[in-house]
């Protein structure tokens, strides 16, 4: 028994689950939750639960108590969605998975997992914590391994990607032979929308220590970094011009998205969205390094390079959104670093994420590092001085007025509840300051965010 378990629950999830066991239990919490739980770190979106009783009773007693579950019939899970801010947002209800000439018990479902720190179970209050992997020995001392080696990726090869995901999600060392097995795994049959979902979950991690840049070269320049993304594997084949060690095309991409671990402006575009748009810039790096070697008309070759990254992007099954802010980079990619103020002006009209350009233009640049500190120190210092030219011509190029806030004067007196007077047109400018720095800000939504942060402001003052 680990009455500690319990208690790091939520007092009104802890509610939650003594009424679900009453109603469709003895239930058995799974995976990411008793993870949490045991290294002290906030729950996840999902809450995943397992029980005995048949879905289709589960389900019925869910929605005679008021519980908005769905799922049921041919089904394999019931989904609650929990109303409020903190996690977890859903919570999964199934039932135990098991070989087909194998008894359902919870040894056998946790077989069919991925990783042993997601191989653990508790039954639902008191315990036991059912670990017949090992997981919470692994979790402690900071090992990632497959439940049952390579028979468990033959379950799913994509939990080889899943592998290093963890590994790098909770700074942890993978088997070493677990990751032989997985560096040849097939990915032919899955869907490159999971691939992507993977990939987006690792290029939003800091990977920021030299652990985390291991573990990704490992990953990318493998065969299954290969598999995962085989619309680069020429990359692999093109060494970068004046690079002395040997340097191909794709290395160079790799070492620029290891040194990108920040966004400079997470409104202008996602640190994740920016680490994708590194490595689709690599198709652009190779037709420029393909046009030098082969005598290819560059504008041909440059657009072959883009209609290709488009459908790059449409087969993993990017959003519309995210394709355009991708591509208008990518398009701009030709700028060499650093950029004239005239430069930065038709990109600030263009509505280009200008600040992620800079980004990648300067880290593609300067990628491979230069052991000279006084170099180094005058890269960075370049860098950041055309940051702020942006941002100072940003302000500057264009000026708003009130009459622009997509918000109405009444409608902020509405939010505030204040009688007319000097406050509304000090907020008014403040606001017109904010979305000078970005546009995209107004917007109804952003405004009464931000109006409710000035409130704030005020009632500290």
Same mark, same amino acid.
């Given at each position: 028994m680990l009455p500690s378990l319990r208690n790091g629950f939520p007092p009104f999830i802890a509610s939650l689950l003594d009424e679900l066991n009453l109603l469709i239990g003895p239930i058995h919490l799974v995976g990411s939750v008793v993870r949490n739980v045991l290294q002290g770190t906030p729950l996840s979106n999902d809450l995943n639960i397992l029980t005995v009783r048949p879905l289709d009773q589960c389900?019925?007693?869910?929605?005679?108590?008021?519980?908005?579950?769905?799922g049921g019939g041919g089904e394999k899970s019931i989904f609650v969605p929990l109303k409020g801010w903190e996690k977890p947002k859903t919570i999964e209800i199934s039932k135990?998975?098991?070989?087909?000439?194998?008894?359902?018990?919870?040894e056998e479902d946790l077989l069919h997992r991925d990783i042993t720190v997601n191989a653990m179970a508790y039954a639902w209050p008191n315990g036991p914590l059912i670990d017949p992997f090992g997981g919470q020995d692994d979790l402690i001392n900071g090992r990632i391994r497959l439940v049952n080696g390579e028979e468990t990726l033959r379950g799913d090869p994509l939990r080889a990607v899943r592998l290093y995901r963890f590994s790098l999600q909770l700074s942890a060392v993978p088997n070493p032979e677990d990751l032989k097995y997985c560096t040849h795994?097939?990915?032919?049959?899955?869907?490159?929308?999971?691939?992507?979902v993977e990939l987006d979950r690792i290029f939003s991690f800091p990977l920021d220590t030299p652990q985390a840049h291991?573990?990704?070269? $490992? @990953?990318?320049?493998?065969d299954l970094g290969a598999a995962m993304l085989p619309e680069f594997k020429l990359l692999r084949q093109i060494p970068k011009p004046s690079a002395l060690d040997g340097t191909t095309v794709w290395h160079h991409t790799i070492q620029t998205l290891k040194s990108i671990s920040s966004s400079p402006r997470e409104e202008d575009i996602s640190l994740l969205d920016l680490r994708w748009t590194v490595v689709l810039a690599g198709l652009i790096f190779y037709a420029k390094n393909l046009r030098s070697l082969q005598k290819i008309e560059e504008g041909a070759n440059y657009e072959r390079a883009i209609n290709q990254i488009v459908s790059c992007l449409n087969r993993y099954g990017f959003s519309r959104r995210r394709q355009k802010k991708i591509l208008n980079i990518l398009n701009n990619l030709g700028i060499d670093f650093p950029f004239s103020d005239r430069v930065l002006k038709r990109l600030l009209g263009d509505a280009v994420p200008i600040e992620g350009l800079? $980004? @990648?233009v300067f880290h593609a640049k300067h990628a491979i590092q230069t052991t000279d500190p006084v170099c180094k120190a005058k890269n960075r210092l370049e860098y950041t001085r055309t940051l702020e030219r942006c941002r100072s011509l940003r302000r500057s190029c264009v000026t708003l007025r009130c009459s622009d806030l997509a918000i109405c004067g009444g409608d902020i007196r509405?939010?505030?509840r204040r009688r007319p007077g000097p406050w509304l047109g000090e907020l008014q400018t403040w606001l017109l300051n904010w979305i000078g720095e970005d546009?995209?800000?107004n917007n109804a939504e952003s405004l009464r965010k931000k109006i409710q942060e000035w409130i704030a402001t005020q009632d500290r003052m």
């Open positions: 389900l019925e007693a869910l929605r005679e108590n008021n519980h908005d579950a769905v135990f998975r098991h070989r087909p000439a194998q008894t359902a018990t919870i795994i097939s990915l032919d049959q899955v869907p490159p929308e999971r691939i992507r291991n573990l990704l070269f $490992s @990953l990318l320049d493998s800079i $980004s @990648l509405d939010i505030v546009y995209t800000r």
